[in-house]
């Protein structure tokens, strides 16, 4: 039986430090979603010198492009989508201090050496379990690019997310246990 840790963001070095490969983690807070779309404009703004939309330091992006919210709840099926086509972008957001990223498979060695490098964890979302995943999800708002349809840029506040670590700042990687 792995640890289950209690994380709140923002996440701190200390928080990151104490998660292992395979430890199970409950997020509350604030967890911001984007896609390699999404991705890809972030990164334009960061090379033209201009402000992201979302706040990274010590803040959690989920890998996911929610459904439209069914009558009486907040969000529809948010379930997380494949991590490594975020790679090629997502190093450039922890050196800003983005601590931990939310997803579903392996991540490309360049991103686990950049993980290690900044001190960012990768958690797994459980493919096949977005209803329950949309029920940790209280709150849901689009803060930018909502062009992008369901890949839009959300701010969500989360009560309990479940997710694992998939890897974490010491090189742990439950893709090759």
Not at 45 to 65: F, K, M, T
Not at 73 to 98: C, F, K, N, Q
Not at 164 to 175: E, L, Q, R, T
């Amino acid at each position: 039986m792995t640890d289950v840790h209690v994380l709140t963001t923002p996440l701190g070095d200390e928080d990151v430090a104490r998660l292992r490969a395979g430890d199970r983690v409950r997020i509350s807070g604030v967890v911001y979603t984007a896609r390699d779309a999404a991705h890809r404009r972030m990164i334009d703004c960061l090379d033209r010198g201009e402000p992201l939309p979302i706040p990274v330091e010590g803040q959690v992006i989920y890998y996911a492009g929610p459904s439209p919210a069914p009558p009486g709840r907040v969000i529809g099926s948010a379930g997380p989508t494949t991590s490594y086509r975020m790679d090629a972008y997502a190093p450039r957001l922890l050196e800003l201090g983005l601590r931990a990223t939310i997803g579903k498979g392996a991540r490309s060695p360049e991103m686990v050496q950049a993980m290690m490098r900044n001190q960012a964890v990768y958690l797994a979302a459980i493919g096949g379990a977005a209803a329950l995943i949309a029920s940790s999800i209280k709150e849901c708002e689009v803060l930018a690019y909502p062009e992008l349809g369901p890949e839009a840029v959300r701010r969500l506040v989360v009560e309990d997310f479940p997710a694992i670590v998939a890897n974490d700042i010491y090189g742990g990687n439950v893709y090759e246990r």
